[in-house]
C-alpha cells in the first residue's frame, strides 16, 4: 500500500508563485510514475504533469508549459511541483498520484494512476 500526503497548499496573489510537495510512504517511490492532478469546482480532474520514475522524462498540460516544473528527489521519496506566475484560473485542490507498475509512457490519464493524495487547496486571487 501506498501513503501519498501533500502540503504547501495556500493563497497566492495572481503572478505569485507557489511549491506543492508530496511525501510518499509505504512503497518503493522510485519505481514509481507521478503525477499531479487538480480539479476546480464544478470542473472534471484535469492532468496537469508527470514525471518518469527516474525523473528523465516529464510531461505537462498546455496549460501549464513554461509556468509549472515537476521534479522529484528520490532520496526524500518526495515529488514537487513549482508554480510561477499563478493565474485565477489555477485555483483548484491539487492531487498527486502514483502509477505502481511500468508503462512505456509517462502516464496522463487519472485512471491510470494507482494511488491518489488527499489533496491540498491552491487559491489564486485576482
Known amino acids: 500500500q501506498v501513503q501519498l500526503v501533500e502540503s504547501g497548499g495556500g493563497l497566492v496573489q495572481a503572478g505569485g508563485s507557489l511549491r506543492l510537495s508530496c511525501a510518499a510512504s509505504?512503497?518503493?517511490?522510485?519505481?514509481?510514475?507521478m503525477g499531479w492532478f487538480r480539479q476546480a469546482p464544478g470542473k472534471e480532474r484535469e492532468f496537469v504533469t508527470a514525471i518518469s520514475r527516474s525523473g528523465g522524462s516529464t510531461n505537462y498540460a498546455d496549460s501549464v508549459k513554461g509556468r509549472f516544473t515537476i521534479s522529484r528527489d528520490n532520496a526524500k521519496n518526495t515529488v514537487y511541483l513549482q508554480m510561477n506566475s499563478l493565474k485565477p484560473d489555477d485555483t483548484a485542490v491539487y492531487h498527486c498520484?502514483?502509477?505502481?507498475?511500468?508503462?512505456?509512457?509517462?502516464?496522463?490519464?487519472?485512471?491510470?494512476?494507482?494511488?491518489w493524495g488527499q489533496g491540498t487547496q491552491v487559491t489564486v486571487s485576482s
Open positions: 498520484a502514483a502509477r505502481t507498475s511500468s508503462l512505456p509512457l509517462v502516464p496522463i490519464r487519472s485512471s491510470l494512476y494507482d494511488y
Open positions: 509505504g512503497g518503493t517511490f522510485s519505481s514509481y510514475a
